[in-house]
């Protein structure tokens, strides 16, 4: 029998309301949700920001593949380096899987890397909190993905130290070049599913000053 694993998305699902999570995948019962043109072209900036995210982690590895056991097997080869950069990683516990935007891997080093298309201010965790310690319910569902990402990792590398991150777009960065974004165009490949085009006019000098800044959340995961 196929596992039915229990992602990050029905994760999140089961956090709105648990019993969505019984009736996801499930054709009889589709998610109208899921095709809402706003909601999809909000999507479509994730993907950008996404791509924009590996050139900043260059040499990585880039997992394409949509088969779990397919993306598991490439992962876990990878993973015997002792350094690694890998995109799109895919990583199970039991029934729990989870595909990390971005996996650097240095020695027993894990740094999980989830990427966002939201804008950030502030110059740390601070920034999710509340005055009073609690996370801020305007970050809950991003802390709470990358908490269950964190997790899943911890549980299927017990031997390594993982470093939970969010990598979203800085609100105080200055776009070192003009026309950054049509850089990264939006396609679909032979089967439907969207990718990203990435010009090839594509310099250093676009790369130079990151529009996207890396923040630490592990406090933020210990208090979910």
Known sequence: MKTRYITKSRFKL???CPTKIFYDGKAEYANKKNE????????DGG???????????????DIKTISYDEALAQTNEL?????VIIYEAAVSFGNFFIRADILVK????????EVKAKSF???GEEGFLNKN????SSWQEYLYDVAFQKFVMEKAFPEHTISANLMMVNKNAICPTDGLNQKFKII?????????????????KDLESPILSKVNVDKCCDIL
């Open 121 to 123: 201010d502030g110059n």
């Open 36 to 43: 809402d043109s706003f909601l999809l072209a909000l999507a």
């Open 14 to 16: 089961a956090l709105e």
């Open 133 to 136: 310690g609690s996370i801020s």
């Open 106 to 113: 240095k020695g027993s080093f894990i740094e999980l890397i």
């Open 79 to 83: 993973l015997k380096k002792e350094e």
């Open 188 to 204: 679909k490949d032979k089967t439907g599913r969207k990718d990203v085009l990435v010009s090839k006019d594509l310099s250093e």
């Open 47 to 61: 993907f950008q920001v996404g791509e924009l995210a590996k050139y900043y982690f260059k040499g990585g590895h």
